[in-house]
């Protein structure tokens, strides 16, 4: 989920959430020494749809963001079209950014934004649970990671899952933040 990282250079005119602390554009949430695996057994129909993002590491293109939801879609050419929309604490869309997703591994998806300069990037599917309720997401490199559900609430013991898998990934759990919705 990369949104627009163009207004990730504009960030500094983005208000923030209370006590959201928005880290760099390349800052670093996971210890990049310790394997990162992605979902081997991955079906990217049953991914399809929307999620909504319950929770995230802080990153300057979604600073003050609530109510974040991802839309994926399956293309004609058998990519996958990513719709990410970002609202604003009124319940306001803020912006919406529109790229599409390539296969290129189990569960392992690059994905692109013709609004951003800066190419494709890796967006790993690092845990989906038995029923595709909800999932965790994140990049080898650490720069970013997300908990997406597939209602506005999730139960604690999936959150608890979903910090669980980020941790043996790596990732500083403790920095990782719950997104109003």
């Known amino acids: 989920m990369r949104y627009l990282l163009a207004l990730g250079f504009l960030a500094a005119c983005a208000s923030s959430l209370p006590n959201e602390k928005v880290g760099s554009l390349f800052e670093v949430y996971r ?6 695996a992605s979902k081997a057994v991955f079906d990217p129909a049953r991914y399809l749809g929307t999620w909504y993002e319950v929770a995230r590491f802080p990153v300057p293109f979604e600073a003050g963001c609530v109510g974040v939801t991802a839309t994926y879609g ?12 970002c609202r604003n604490p009124d319940g306001s869309v803020k912006s919406t950014i529109m790229g599409t ?75 990782l933040m719950e997104v109003p919705q």
């Open 101 to 175: 997703a390539k296969i290129v591994g189990p569960g392992r998806l690059k994905v692109s934004f013709p609004s951003v300069p800066f190419g494709a990037s890796d967006y790993w599917v690092l845990w989906v649970d038995e029923g595709y309720r909800t999932a965790v997401v994140g990049a080898p490199n650490g720069r970013s990671g997300w908990v997406l559900n597939r209602e506005k609430q999730i139960p604690a013991d999936r959150l608890n899952a979903a910090r669980e898998v980020l941790d043996f990934n790596g990732y500083d759990v403790t920095r």
């Open 31 to 36: 210890d990049t020494t310790v394997p990162i």
């Open 74 to 85: 399956m293309q004609d050419d058998g990519d996958i079209s990513v719709r990410n929309t």
